[in-house]
């Protein structure tokens, strides 16, 4: 079961499905990997979010940039060149007949170490590389249901601590975050940075309409979001004012409007933050507005 901007509906198709563990597809209750992988012993390695629609990845350039930058900065070795990555992504799709409403977790780790020790230079193995795809679609009330949101004590941190925007498989301090929002009560929480203000949610990107703008993070604190980037530019495309800024609680709870992003869902409502209702507490206009646009964008990138 999952919940907020990830509740999905349930399919019977996933128990059959094949996952790509680097290069052979395997069932899925024998999709493992070995206890002294990177990513189970450190969390040492990036992953991506993809979805498919109409057989196709969306913004998969986008997605791939993405994923290199993050190997750079880890100085991990992904083994093979990027067009045979997408040829094991295609791959999977076409054994597994995929075309629509799938979900792929891509993971990168550093591969299998000798010892239990973070030191890279006791890798033993190449890039350990996981393509899990599952017939996964959003719970088609998250676009009209507005989401409960919760201000926490974790904070976004600054890139000399953990870049922010290296989207690594540690996310403990977004599952911490995710823990505090819980226990409010809300359905996710609303990180802040280091100095107050408004950074992002512990799993999406946050934005809120004020008087007919759109404002979002500076992104200085959050990851470098694939579907925050497309809302800021479909705003620029149809003479919406959109901004990226530092504003803080105080402008959220006063906002006319407040909303999500994300690769899984789109964009999604929020009705309260903190215990305070946004606007009427209903999705808005202007959230209506941009996930209309936002699905006509996602149809033609996949044409």
């Known amino acids: 079961m999952s919940f907020g901007t990830h509740s999905y509906v349930s399919d019977p198709r996933n128990t059959d499905v ?56 880890l100085k991990i070795d992904l083994g093979i060149s990027r067009d045979a990555l997408v040829a094991r992504i295609d791959d999977t799709l076409k054994t597994n007949d995929m075309t629509d409403h799938v979900h ?16 890279p230079r006791v890798i033993i193995s190449p890039a350990t590389i996981v393509i899990a795809a599952e017939y996964k679609q959003p719970d088609p009330a998250t676009a009209e249901r507005p989401l409960n949101l919760q201000s926490v004590a974790t904070r976004r941190g600054r ?87 530092n504003f803080t609680l105080r402008h959220c709870y006063a906002a006319d409007e407040a909303f999500t992003t994300g690769t899984f869902a789109g964009l999604a409502p929020v009705g309260t933050i903190d215990g305070r209702q946004i606007g009427d507490g209903t999705r808005g206009p202007m959230v209506a507005r941009l996930q209309q646009l936002y699905l006509a964008l996602i149809d033609t990138d996949t044409k």
């Open 18 to 73: 094949l996952f790509n563990v680097n290069g052979a597809l395997v069932p899925r209750e024998k999709a493992v990997v070995n206890i002294f992988d990177s990513g189970f012993m450190l969390g040492d390695g990036v992953w991506e979010g993809l979805r498919v629609h109409n057989g196709k990845v969306a913004f998969l350039d986008d997605h791939m940039d993405r994923l290199a930058e993050g190997l750079a900065a």
């Open 104 to 119: 792929i977790r891509l993971m990168v780790t550093r591969g299998l170490r000798s010892t239990p020790y973070q030191d």
């Open 159 to 245: 890139p000399d601590v953990q870049d922010p925007g290296l989207n690594s498989h540690s996310k403990i301090n977004c599952i911490t975050a995710c823990i505090q929002g819980i226990e409010a009560g809300a359905d996710e929480a609303i990180m802040l940075d280091p100095q107050g203000f408004v950074a992002t949610c512990n799993s999406t990107h946050f934005f809120i309409v004020r008087k007919g703008e759109v404002w979002t993070s500076t992104g200085d604190y959050c990851l470098d979001g694939i579907t925050r980037a497309r809302v800021v530019d479909l705003c620029r495309a149809n003479d919406i004012p959109v901004f990226q800024r």
